[in-house]
């Protein structure tokens, strides 16, 4: 089993949707939470980071952390098709910050 | 520069060969890791410089595979005596700081095919 586990989709909603993304993980220890975008043939690029539980949002997203459940989530209101793309979420631990733990990877594919 | 640069962007190697992908990470910045993404999985970890000094090499798959950062800037991944399995993107990324809090950016990727 995988420390963090990540629906592959792909999901496809309408454009103005609001998209949920979430990942469940394993380990505890993960302290540090982030979300990544990744565009085809590109490198990843930090949406959101948030430290221990609770809400943060930012524009259009809205990341949540629940560390008694072990899920975290991504919310996109107001979908745009250039927000199709692959998200990943990523975490680490405190004594080791710098080695991020990534799931798979959801692809979300936002129709006009 | 303005972001992490890679080199290079495309390799196709045969099975047997030795393969050096080159990183220019952001000017200044002191932290520079390699990962490996393969095809429809998220990166993983290989190694992380603070520096010249390589302080997590825990992730490099075999020892095959060496990287290094002399001065403290530009690092090189070098993956000896190639097989079908190291086909992957390579992902240099790279943050200003050593500690938690600091955004770490990355390059657009070393694809390798070994073939």
């Known amino acids: 089993q995988k420390e963090v586990e990540q629906d592959p989709g792909p999901l496809s909603v309408p454009e103005g949707a609001i998209v949920s993304l979430n990942c469940t993980y394993s380990?505890?220890?993960?302290?540090?939470f982030m979300w990544y975008r990744q565009y085809s043939r590109k490198g990843p690029e930090l949406l959101m980071y948030?430290?221990?539980?609770g809400n943060k949002e930012d524009g259009r997203f809205t990341a949540q952390v629940d560390k008694s459940s072990k899920y975290i989530s991504l919310f996109i209101r107001d979908s745009q098709p250039s927000d199709s793309a692959t998200y990943l979420c990523?975490?680490?631990?405190?004594?080791?910050?710098?080695?991020?733990?990534f799931g798979s990877g959801t692809r979300l594919l936002v129709r006009p | 520069g303005a972001g992490v640069s890679q080199s290079p962007r495309y390799k196709v190697a045969k099975r047997g060969q030795d393969v050096a992908l080159r990183c220019d990470p952001i000017?200044?910045?002191?932290?520079l890791f390699w990962y490996q993404q393969a095809l429809g999985q998220g990166p993983e970890f290989l190694t992380y410089?603070?520096?010249?000094?390589?302080?997590?090499k825990s992730g490099l798959p075999s020892d095959r595979f060496f990287a290094e950062r002399p001065e403290g800037s530009v690092s090189t991944l070098k993956i000896q005596r190639t097989q079908q399995e190291d086909s992957a993107v390579y992902l240099c990324?790279?943050?200003?700081?050593?500690?938690?809090?600091?955004?770490?950016?990355f390059g657009e990727g070393s694809w390798l095919t070994v073939v």
């Open positions: 948030t430290y221990s539980s």
């Open positions: 990324a790279s943050a200003s700081g050593a500690g938690s809090g600091n955004t770490i950016y």
């Open positions: 380990n505890s220890a993960f302290q540090y």
């Open positions: 410089f603070q520096n010249e000094a390589q302080l997590d």
């Open positions: 000017s200044g910045h002191v932290s």
């Open positions: 990523a975490m680490s631990r405190m004594d080791s910050s710098y080695k991020l733990i």
